[in-house]
């Protein structure tokens, strides 16, 4: 790396010629305009409500995993224990046992958001901080060992039998190779996305970042599939087929009143995943869901801001055929409430993440 590179190898720069580590608000500022005017056509500013009409909120913000996962077929979905503030450490183990759930485990919140206070929990120690350090009602959810992750887009108009598949992302978890020579740490160094996230995988892994690996040997160093977390997104919408489609369709119609929404899908291989094999729904999310497909480097801000204004628009077409159907939107003042819920809800969030 010249001084040149090395000059502009800096999250400042990183950030600003790569939209993808933009703010939110930076991203969605000029496409605003668009979901008022979907706004004005539902006659409401909270139609999203609408969408999923069991899921709060339609799944638009603080949704309770708790309440969504029994809405999904036992045999896909991981299996996981529920736990409520104030929180007993020792209960939340003796649950565990009762459960047969062996480590290593997933703690959650179980109102979540961009992958914060979650975190893998590898002994009876971990659990116990987990426990006495939550600031939101939780989860802990049995590890799933497939090796893949992709999101799933799914949509479905109330008056069709048959949803479609609308974007499909694969994330590839932030990862090391060992060269025999440099420390992990200096090999993430020089990794423009691992670079964004130092500090939170310093914080994680502290003096185990000064290991040498062996040339060849790989290291994960975040198992998350989240983009927030250093995951690399990666558009796969073209593997989209009749039979995925058939798959996917199947099971969201067994989710009681779910029209939109992004699955979380680890699986073993890809046409097990097809078949409908050996594969695990991390999470169900709903009105919310942004079509991450977007964040794959290669796409343009003007690609994401298309996909997204897509997306809205069959969101307001599904919720303004379901309250059609007598499915209520949210009254400005639960509207209100809504996002107030929502400001206190990240503020924890964010203190249970490192």
């Not at 887009?153 to 994330?171: A, L, N």
């Not at 190779?177 to 996230?197: F, I, Q």
């Not at 892994?205 to 060849?216: I, M, N, P, R, Y």
């Not at 480097?297 to 303004?320: G, M, T």
């Amino acid at each position: 790396m010249n001084s040149f590179q090395r000059f502009f190898h800096q999250p400042f720069f990183i950030r600003l010629f790569n939209w993808e580590y933009w703010s939110f608000g930076a991203v969605y500022a000029c496409i605003y305009p668009v979901w008022f005017l979907l706004c004005l056509r539902a006659r409401s500013f909270f139609f999203f409500a609408a969408a999923n009409p069991r899921i709060r909120n339609g799944g638009f913000l603080n949704e309770s995993k708790e309440e969504i996962v029994p809405m999904i077929p036992e045999e896909w979905h991981p299996r996981t224990a529920f736990f409520a503030l104030p929180c007993n450490a020792d209960h939340v183990l003796a649950e565990l046992q009762r459960k047969g759930l062996s480590y290593p485990l997933m703690g959650k919140p179980n109102v979540g958001g961009r992958g914060r206070g979650v975190k893998v929990l590898g002994s009876d120690d971990d659990v116990r901080a987990y426990a006495q350090t939550a600031f939101l009602d939780f989860h802990i959810q049995e590890y799933v060992p497939y090796k893949n992750e992709v999101g799933i887009f799914y949509c479905r108009y109330p008056d069709q039998d048959r949803g479609s598949i609308t974007g499909i992302v694969e994330k590839e978890f932030m990862s090391v190779t060992g060269d025999g020579v440099h420390s992990m740490r200096e090999l993430l160094l020089k990794n423009k996305r691992a670079l964004m996230y130092m500090e939170s995988y310093e914080t994680i892994h502290g003096e185990f970042l000064d290991t040498v690996l062996s040339k060849g040997e790989k290291h994960v160093i975040s198992p998350f599939g989240n983009h927030a977390r250093g995951a690399l997104f990666l558009d796969v919408s073209h593997r989209t087929d009749e039979m995925l489609t058939e798959t996917i369709d199947a099971l969201c119609r067994q989710i009681p009143d779910f029209y939109y929404g992004r699955l979380d899908v680890r699986y073993q291989s890809w046409e097990e995943l097809k078949a409908g094999k050996h594969f695990a729904i991390i999470e169900v999310n709903g009105a919310g869901s942004e079509p991450t497909h977007i964040y794959d480097p290669k796409h343009s801000l003007f690609f994401a801001w298309k996909e997204i204004v897509r997306h809205w628009i069959i969101l307001n077409r599904i919720s303004r055929q379901n309250r059609r159907k007598g499915h209520p939107y949210l009254s400005l003042r639960e509207g209100i409430e809504m996002f107030r819920e929502n400001k206190a809800l990240s503020e924890k969030l964010d203190a249970m993440t490192d």
